[in-house]
């Protein structure tokens, strides 16, 4: 052989081994991604893997009629040719072996079951109308009705064959009939046993799964290639089952509940998060359980994400004592806390912490009443550098006006308080205080102050009505 010859050879030899050592390597990621790898992409990956083998074979055989072929020379001179070959065909072999066997195992291992660690099962002797609405909506998907329905602490609404979970913040926004419409969606979904649809949910949501930080999890981007192509494969066929439970549940509870049903879960699945983030995360911190399904609700009514039925047309009604349900989820998630009323957090959460922030602020504000507010306001960063002292100049204006406006706010609550108005602060809401049918925003009125949305006339008037239109802001006398 010529030199040119051999380097083509042995490029070819090369190439061949970083192919197999690649496609070996690919594999092997394959067989460790079980909980992540899907049925179809897995068949896709075998078909290439016995043509790779398949053309493979075919260079092999035309080597005695064309000897002297560079192509055919890289496999019998490089010495990589019977690895790539043999190795590709074992390879095949066995990514057809493994997708028969997920075929086998997927219908029970992805459908069959649902994680129920954290959940309490209904009674049926104390909660037959929930049991009977689960039934009620089994039928209408002409699946078996569920052994029984477990409670969760979450915007759940689910079904898999004999089990269904509902969640408690679902219960509270859903009535009756839209539980209906979402209940027998789920049953026929699930209870068809259609594995391109599994298939499509199971890639959907692992692409979209999320850490503990709220960040894609890894597995989402090293297997993105197989799991979109899963969904692309499924895609067509999803969407006609799809179609087909939204058509049965539809005929059997109307359009409007289910369209009203999916609306209100996609909507509480966002929300519910920032919900815990905002509102629960701070009470825990305080060792303190509060409400959870009644604090979703003022924080539904505050914020207006969702609407939210009266708690006698929620199907939460059906439950008996969910409130007892409720703290057993809490227990069941390790917080063994006393449980406080949303009424009486804001004093713990709050009052404290103005006291301090006020006292280390005591003799800037000294001489300072709500009198004064509309003329502070148009300038709080000059508030803001009087507060801070020397350190004015280690923060930029904005972090000082912020500053400034959340202090002047806490004086104006503890002015208030000091005159002894009770401070409230319900999830979703501003927070108020309130004395004899007379309610107070000192925050929000700070902040119109600031924007232009409250006249200076209108805040010294709300002032003068509360009786603290002349309060010293340090607490001192006047």
């Given at each position: 052989m010529s030199w040119s010859d051999r380097c083509a050879v042995a490029a070819v030899g090369a190439l061949y081994g970083i192919t197999a050592l690649a496609v070996a390597g690919a594999f092997a990621l394959s067989l460790g991604s079980w909980l992540t790898a899907t049925l179809i992409p897995r068949l896709a990956f075998a078909a290439m893997l016995v043509v790779i083998a398949t053309a493979a074979v075919v260079a092999r055989c035309s080597q005695a009629a064309k000897p002297r072929r560079w192509a055919v020379q890289a496999f019998r001179y490089s010495g990589w040719g019977p690895l790539f070959l043999g190795g590709n065909l074992g390879l095949g072999l066995l990514g057809i072996w493994w997708s028969i066997v997920t075929l086998v195992m997927m219908p029970n291992r992805r459908g069959g079951s649902l994680d129920l660690e954290d959940s309490v099962p209904c009674a049926p002797d104390r909660h037959l109308a929930l049991l009977k609405l689960a039934a009620e909506s089994a039928a209408a998907a002409g699946s078996a009705a569920p052994r029984t329905i477990h409670l969760m602490l979450d915007s759940t609404v689910v079904t898999r064959r004999q089990d269904a979970a509902a969640g408690l913040y679902a219960l509270a926004v859903l009535e009756p009939q839209q539980?209906?419409?979402?209940?027998?969606?789920?049953?026929?979904?699930?209870?068809?046993?259609?594995?391109?649809?599994?298939?499509?949910?199971?890639?959907?949501?692992?692409?979209?799964?999320?850490?503990?930080?709220?960040?894609?999890?890894?597995?989402?981007y090293v297997f993105f290639p197989r799991l979109a192509l899963g969904l692309l494969l499924t895609r067509h066929a999803a969407k006609a089952h799809e179609a087909r439970a939204d058509k049965l549940a539809a005929g059997a509870w109307g359009a409007a509940a289910l369209d009203s049903a999916r609306s209100q879960l996609g909507a509480l699945e966002e929300i519910e998060g920032r919900y815990h983030r905002e509102a629960v995360a701070p009470v825990l911190l305080l060792g303190r359980r509060p409400h959870l399904v009644e604090g979703l609700r003022h924080w539904l009514a505050g914020t207006k994400s969702a609407p939210c039925p009266a708690p006698e047309a929620a199907a939460l009604a059906l439950v008996d004592s969910p409130w007892v349900i409720e703290e057993q989820l809490v227990k069941n998630l390790g917080?063994?806390?006393?449980?406080?009323?949303?009424?009486?957090?804001?004093?713990?959460?709050?009052?404290?912490?103005?006291?301090?922030?006020?006292?280390?602020?005591?003799?800037?504000?000294?001489g300072w009443t709500p009198r004064n507010f509309p003329e502070l306001c148009r300038d709080l960063d000059a508030v803001g550098r009087r507060l801070l002292d020397d350190k004015a100049f280690d923060y930029n204006p904005s972090h000082r006006a912020r500053m400034a406006e959340t202090i002047l706010g806490i004086a104006l609550a503890m002015c208030l308080r000091r005159a002894g108005w009770n401070v409230y602060d319900l999830p979703g809401q501003p927070l108020w205080l309130e004395a004899h049918a007379e309610r107070f925003e000192p925050f929000a009125l700070i902040s119109g102050l600031r924007t232009g949305a409250t006249s200076p006339e209108a805040f010294v008037e709300s002032c003068g009505r509360a009786g603290i239109l002349d309060c010293d802001l340090s607490g001192s006398e006047a």
């Open positions: 539980l209906r419409a979402a209940f027998t969606r789920s049953f026929a979904l699930h209870g068809s046993g259609s594995l391109a649809w599994r298939v499509h949910d199971h890639c959907r949501r692992a692409l979209g799964r999320k850490n503990e930080a709220g960040k894609l999890d890894f597995a989402s917080l063994h806390l006393k449980s406080l009323p949303w009424e009486g957090i804001a004093r713990e959460l709050y009052l404290n912490t103005w006291e301090t922030v006020l006292a280390e602020h005591a003799n800037h504000v000294r």
